[in-house]
């Protein structure tokens, strides 16, 4: 016999074994999906395993955040890409890293290895977090398949062939919010699609329903134009009226924004800043001096209370005051040291609060001086400067005017126009 037939041989077997066992492993696998239960060896970042039910899963309170940091991101306008990049700058511990520490998998991986391993996000990993309705409390089953057991390659199955079992786990994620990013990850999809770039995506919000809105094009014009309506009308949904706004009218008035706040920036910071705080709390200037000037009185009073009670402690000790008239008086100060406790903790979380927007305004500010005299707009500006764009519903006035009202809510400070 020549030596290349065993291994021929061998190899047969294996398959064939390979074959018939992965059959029987995927029977059994297909009876859980139907339970709702999930099989993968470790729960997905944000999650644990339920440490007495089999399969089920409970939040994870340490690694949450992670999961809200990246959904965070991606409704303030950032793909996936832009998303890795923030994590892996910011140190955000990746999920390997995570199971590593926990149960010591993946050793081979991370154990000795340099630091950066700890946080070495993938962009496939973001998305598929981003894609992940486990984070609305459903689980999904079946979405891949080997082609088959010698081939590793996993491919994936058509959508009808999923399982799909609701509310199995807390959600970490509204539903509203996992709907605005695949939203969003569809119309970059389109973007990429038909080479126009959209640098709205993920900011624009109507007024009326709070969905995002969505981008349309008129090509029966001589002369195509873009146009943003609520995602919530049309596609045979009415669910929500037009809220129509031309591309071209919100780019020429968010830029003529952003241009005079650079301006304003540029030439008297001090009167910005000052402005910024009267528009972030109207009319609070007076108030704020006589929340310190309250704080101070309401101090002093309480050092006063503080010595005459140790003094009137020193007089009952030397027998110069009655009993009686200590227990008295010791109630008295006691009840007032109290009260002036509690108002002092007030008044100082009140002007931290203060304070706290005062920080806010100078982030602001510092984001502004960076992109000097704005000429054009890009995805990167708008998401550095601008939370939201909340368009309203256009009113037509008698002579046939159209007036509509567009507010833009910058990071940090709100609504400042
Ligand atoms: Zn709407």
Known sequence: MHCCDVILYVRLTNEWFAKDTSRKVKTAFKA?????????????????????IKNKLIIDEETRWIVEKIFDLAIHGRGAASITRILIAEKVPSPGFINFQRDGTFANIYAGASEEKS????????????????????TIHYRETNISFKNKRRIRKPQSEWVRVENTQEPII??????QVQEQIASRRRERKNGTTQIFAGLIKCADCGWSLAYGENRQNSKPYGYYHCSKNGQGT??????????????????SRLQYWSGLVQHDEERLLKRLLNASDKGQAAARKKQAAELKKTEKRKAEVDALFSRMYEDWAAGRITEYNFNMLSGKYQSEQ?????????????????NQSAADAEKWIALMKECVNPTELTAE?????????????????????????????????????
């Open 32 to 52: 859980k999906f139907a339970a709702g239960q999930r099989i993968g060896a470790y729960a997905p970042i944000g999650y644990r395993k339920h440490p007495e």
């Open 238 to 255: 009415r669910q929500c009226s037009m809220h129509y706004i031309r591309y071209d009218v919100l780019y020429a008035y968010v830029l």
């Open 119 to 138: 946080y070495a996000w993938t962009i496939a990993q973001v998305k598929s977090i981003m894609k992940d309705e486990t984070y609305i409390g459903h």
């Open 381 to 417: 500006l708008l998401n550095t400067l601008i939370e939201k764009i909340v368009v309203h519903e256009a009113v037509k006035s008698e002579d046939g005017s159209r007036e509509q009202e567009v507010e833009i809510f910058y990071r940090f400070i709100g609504k400042i126009d």
């Open 174 to 179: 509204s539903e509203q919010v996992f709907q």
């Open 338 to 354: 109290a009260e002036l406790d509690g108002k002092i903790g007030q008044l100082q979380a009140a002007i931290a609060a203060e």
